[in-house]
């Protein structure tokens, strides 16, 4: 019974996190360039005879114990017109590489503006990387939009000022929002598309539907508990009455 509980609430555990990773793509329904996350889980039959052997995945697993990860959905989500010049959205593989504190992060959110020193930033104030490695300047006091071509190069007033780097990346983690960190794994061949933005990668109908799957899930495994605990109270005091 002990074991059973145990079991019991490695599973709601789970399921806890699994919620919490469908809320987190609920908040971002709404944000630019935001990947997905989706959480997976599986039953490591390890018996505890064997939980300590050389080839034992999960070495120090009781019997029975779950293990769950998280991992990003990369796919592209809707890209939409907005007719604003400093909106990019990519179109295919890659992402933005934007200067975060001295550390290089990446995003698919192209809602950029410029700041008061006439470089081009994210929505969060970071300044976007060119092909240079260096942050790219508009220049102060522009007077006109500047065009930017589907390989990422910007003009102004017919003058190229820079280039959007544009990397693919693995070992992809979210750091927040639409704000990636990872490895790089070479340049990107996706074309760039002024005056548009690429919409989240979560359907919220989809969403929902898991979230309430979790809940349901994990209310009956409370009952489990429950449940468990009631028999495990039932044989004590049975005991004592012998």
Partial sequence: MYKGIYVAMTGSTLKMMELDNVTNNLAN???????KTSFSSRLYPITEALAQANDAKCPDARAMAFTGKFSIDPSQGVIQTTGNPLDVAISGEGFFVVDVKGERNF?????????????????GGYK????????????????????????????????????????KITDIKNMSE????????????????????????????RELVAMIAA???????????RTFDQLSYEAVTQIAKV
């Fill in 29 to 35: 329904v709404s944000t630019n360039g935001y990947k």
């Fill in 215 to 225: 809940q349901r899930d994990f209310q009956t495994i409370q009952q489990m508990m």
């Fill in 178 to 205: 639409a704000l990636y960190s990872g490895t790089v794994a070479g340049p990107a061949k996706g074309d760039v598309r002024q005056g548009s933005l690429e919409r989240s990668n979560a359907n919220p109908l």
């Fill in 107 to 123: 995003t698919r959110n192209g809602a950029f503006g410029i700041d008061k020193d006439g470089f081009l930033v994210t929505h």
């Fill in 128 to 167: 976007v990387i060119g092909t240079d490695d260096k942050p790219i300047s508009l220049g102060k006091g522009l007077k006109t939009a500047p065009n930017i071509a589907t390989d990422g190069s910007i003009s102004v007033e017919g003058s190229t000022v820079g280039t959007l780097k544009m990397v």
